[in-house]
């Protein structure tokens, strides 16, 4: 195996976390009005919420890997949504 089909491999197994994490990201910024201060530190908090999740995400997908044996399986996908949406739960109630 290449080193670039290698490294397609690994971004494609930890996909499913990155894009999760990015369409769960903007929920755990709290959106207020206000001026350019204040939107370059809601951009700066929704990337610290896509790094924290995309982080949390892949450790539940190498967790069913190693669990399960087998990577793309439906009880992993569905952990990964369950533990990332609780972790936007709590972030949300602090």
Known sequence: MSV???SLHVLHFFLPAL???A???PATVRWQSG???RW???LTGW?????AL????GMVLAAGLWWL???GRMLTYAALVGVLGTAVALWRSR
């Open 23 to 25: 369409l769960l990201a």
């Open 40 to 42: 370059r530190a809601r």
């Open 54 to 57: 995309s982080v949390l995400g």
């Open 19 to 21: 894009v999760l994490a």
């Open 47 to 51: 990337l610290w919420g896509w790094l």
């Open 4 to 6: 670039l089909a290698a």
């Open 35 to 37: 001026g350019a201060r």
């Open 69 to 71: 044996g087998r990577d």
